[in-house]
C-alpha cells in the first residue's frame, strides 16, 4: 500500500509554531493536501498529539504521535511512536531531563494545548524550546525502549541537525534519517556516505498550515498500521520510500 506521509510537522504548542496550527486544523489541511500518513512532532513534547489523534481518526489518516526531540548536544531527533499511550509515556520521562525554565511567550512565543474540538485547553508553562539532558549516543535505544522509533531531523540543514552538532550521522544504531523536502538526495548521499544505504524520509518541518508537505513523497508497505510503519523505520520490515 502507497501512503503519502509527512513525519515531522509542529502544532501551536511547539512556541515556534503558528498559533494557527491547532491540532484539528493542521490534521485537516493534511488530508486536503492527499496525504496519508502524519506525525505530529512538536518541540520535547507529545502533549497535543492526543487531540491530533482523534482529528485523524475521523478523517482516516494513519497517525504517528511524537516528538522532535532536542538532545544534549543540540541535535534534533525524530522520534515517532505506534501508540500516543506510548508517546505519552516517553513524554513524561523526557519532560524529567528538561531544565525547569519558564517560558516567555513574549520572546519565545505561546505554547498551546488544545483538544480535538479545536478549543484552546491551557499552555505549557516550561520553555520547550530548550536541550534535553539525553545524548544523541542513547536516543535510539531509549525511543526503541518505549516502544517508537527514532532518526535524525532535516540532516541537510546547517542548524540543529546531526550533522551541524556532530559533522557527520554518528554510528549510534540510526536505521532512517530525515532531509527537507526540497533537499537534494543524490548531493547528500555523496557527501555523507554513512547514509548511503539508509532510507532518507522527505518531510516538511511545518510551523505553519501552508508548509505542511502536499502529496510528494511515499512509502510502500504492506500493512499500513501505525505500529508497521515503526518496524519499517527500525528496519524490521521491508518498506520503499519514494519521491513522487
Ligand atoms: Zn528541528
Ligand atoms: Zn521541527
Not at 484539528?24 to 498529539?49: E, S
Not at 515503526?230 to 519514494?242: D, H, K, M, Q, V
Amino acid at each position: 500500500m502507497k501512503l503519502y506521509y509527512d513525519f515531522h510537522i509542529h502544532s501551536c504548542l511547539s512556541p515556534c509554531g503558528d498559533n494557527d496550527m491547532t491540532p484539528h486544523d493542521l490534521v485537516q489541511m493534511a488530508a486536503i493536501l492527499g496525504l496519508n500518513a502524519i506525525a505530529l512532532t512538536d518541540h520535547n513534547t507529545c502533549a497535543n498529539c492526543p487531540a491530533a489523534a482523534e482529528v485523524a481518526a475521523e478523517l482516516g489518516l494513519v497517525f504517528l504521535p511524537g516528538m522532535e526531540l532536542c538532545t544534549a548536544e543540540e541535535a534534533h531527533i525524530v522520534c515517532l511512536f505506534p501508540s500516543v499511550e506510548q508517546a505519552l509515556a516517553f513524554d513524561a520521562y523526557i519532560e524529567s531531563t528538561l531544565p525547569p525554565v519558564k517560558n516567555r511567550p513574549d520572546i519565545f512565543g505561546e505554547q498551546i494545548l488544545c483538544n480535538a474540538q479545536d478549543e484552546q485547553i491551557g499552555v505549557k508553562p516550561n520553555l520547550l524550546a530548550t536541550a534535553s539532558s539525553v545524548s544523541v549516543d542513547d536516543v535510539v535505544e531509549l525511543v526503541r525502549s518505549y516502544g517508537g522509533a527514532a532518526f535524525p531531523a532535516h540532516i541537510d540543514r546547517p542548524s540543529y541537525s546531526v550533522t551541524a552538532a556532530l559533522g557527520d550521522v554518528p554510528p549510534v544504531g540510526f536505521t532512517a534519517v530525515e532531509i527537507t523536502a526540497r533537499g537534494d538526495i543524490d548531493a547528500l548521499k555523496a557527501r555523507h556516505r554513512e547514509i548511503a544505504d539508509k532510507p532518507l524520509l522527505l518531510s516538511s518541518d511545518a510551523h505553519c498550515l501552508e508548509n505542511i508537505n502536499e502529496a510528494c513523497a511515499y512509502l510502500e508497505l504492506d500493512d499500513p498500521s501505525p505500529t508497521a510503519i515503526i518496524e519499517a523505520l527500525n528496519g524490521l520490515r521491508p518498506c520503499t520510500w519514494s519521491r513522487g
